[in-house]
């Protein structure tokens, strides 16, 4: 099977063939923990979790890192405000996090990398930029030269004068040029690390390319993250890399959009952000990650009552479908478990920059098929056994799911004793069954 992905580096769709035979690396920026994520934040993370299990269902040993940042300005101001440790306060959001992603269904990281576990790497790997000379230390600081990097740009495409030009670059009169970025930061507050510039903390933008570079030992097949970090974050990833280097840290660079909260942007001001833990209890972890999956993942989507309708549809469809086909193979004493051999549809449409939307429409073809079988006096149960199968890998790699189980000889014959009632017409007991087998989650 050929794997086309959409490259940010290139702008340009390419096929996908991973460094090393059999196996594929991947990085996706995890979060600055220091609050609870939003369901803006879990757009990625659920994207790059059904990536994740697209490759592993095609046959690759997929190692899939995500990191933690528990260093930043934000994380020791709220440590102070709350008179605790900054290790207390990332501790703690940490684990709600990963509660977080287990809710969304999202398989665990191979590894996630705290950035304070890495303080001797980086501070090694800053040192050996300023010994190349694509870095340099002025007053206890260091920061990366930018226009020693000849490629800079190369991924987000802006241009350099206008960088100079624009009022995104923050003054800074340690710095050569405005676009030089911090590597090494000097600072009185909070917690921080002796280096041989004094006592300081990293820059934001060295830690993950450092992290790559620890655990991979090389060039990776794909960096993924939201399209907000880009530049200058992914950017400045790069041009690190081709410092210390010579390549640019992955084959591939993966960037989902953002979204819209009933047309308008996310933002605190606007009082329309959304944490991921209540639209969990809000909408059920199925539905928003369908929402999530269910829409071209390098366009902006809107998280809406229409979306969100629209997507309750087809959840229901699914749900119905399991437990109907769940009931009858169970009563034809029928395997639950069996191999997906019509999945191939749905892993092509992946495979096509993961077509997300054209794979959920085979899934509502296979659902569409199967409920016609089940409506048949003389329904082939070999077809809503295999269609069973599929639906059900198909969900595994989407995260969805929808409880199904084995009954036991007691469930079965009180099903059939609610069949003969209601064929018998004896309304009342069938009543007093039916609400027994529902009770049970039966029908």
């Excluded at 207390?88 to 992603?101: A, G, M, Q, R």
């Excluded at 710095?175 to 820059?203: A, C, H, M, Q």
């Excluded at 309708?309 to 469809?317: E, P």
């Excluded at 089940?374 to 969900?395: G, M, P």
Aim: negative net charge.
């Amino acid at each position: 099977m050929e794997i086309k992905f959409y490259n940010s580096l290139t702008n340009k769709i390419e096929e996908f063939k991973p460094i090393k035979e059999g196996e594929v690396s991947i990085y996706v920026c995890g979060p600055t923990v220091y609050n609870f994520p939003h369901i803006g934040n879990i757009r990625p993370v659920v994207f790059f979790d059904t990536l994740r299990k697209f490759l592993e269902a095609v046959g690759y040993k997929v190692t899939y890192i995500s990191n933690f940042t528990d260093v930043d300005d934000k994380i020791i101001n709220k440590a102070q405000e709350e008179k605790i440790t900054e290790k207390e306060l990332t501790d703690y959001y940490i684990n709600e996090y990963l509660k977080t992603l287990d809710d969304f269904h999202v398989k665990r990281a191979s590894e996630n990398p705290r950035v304070s576990e890495y303080m001797n790497q980086i501070i090694t790997y800053i040192n050996e930029l300023v010994e190349k000379g694509s870095a340099y230390v002025n007053d206890g600081e260091v920061f990366f030269d930018v226009l020693s990097d000849k490629k800079y740009g190369e991924l987000s495409k802006i241009n350099l004068d206008d960088l100079i030009n624009g009022a995104r670059i923050d003054v800074n009169e340690k710095k050569k040029s405005p676009l030089d970025f911090l590597l090494w930061k000097d600072t009185k507050v909070g917690i921080k690390w002796n280096s041989p510039w004094g006592e300081g903390r990293p820059g934001w933008h060295t830690e993950c390319c450092v992290m790559i570079h620890s655990i991979f030992k090389g060039k990776i097949d794909i960096h993924g993250g939201g399209s907000d970090l880009k530049f200058p974050h992914h950017e400045n990833e790069i041009a690190q890399s081709e410092a210390h280097d010579g390549n640019a840290l992955a084959n591939f660079w993966i960037h989902n959009a953002m979204m819209n909260i009933n047309g308008d942007k996310m933002s605190k001001s606007l009082g329309n952000v959304i944490l991921a833990k209540d639209a969990v209890k809000e909408y059920g972890a199925n539905l928003t990650r369908l929402l999530l999956l269910n829409a071209p993942y390098r366009s902006i989507i809107d998280f809406s009552d229409e979306s969100l309708q629209n997507n309750r549809a087809i959840l229901n469809k699914i749900e119905f479908v399991i437990k109907q086909s769940n009931l009858l193979l169970n009563l034809n004493k029928i395997d639950l478990d069996g191999d997906a051999i019509k999945i191939n549809p749905f892993l092509e449409a992946l495979s096509n920059d993961m077509n997300i939307p054209n794979g959920i429409t085979y899934l509502l073809d296979l659902i569409k098929e199967s409920n016609i079988e089940i409506r048949k006096k003389d329904r082939n149960l070999n077809v809503i056994a295999s269609n069973f199968y599929t639906i059900n890998k198909i969900l595994y790699i989407l995260g969805i799911e929808v409880p199904y189980r084995k009954f036991d000889d007691d469930e079965i014959a009180l099903y059939n004793q609610y069949m003969e009632a209601k064929a018998n017409k004896n309304f009342e007991l069938s009543d007093s069954l039916r609400d027994e087998l529902i009770k049970k989650g039966l029908l």
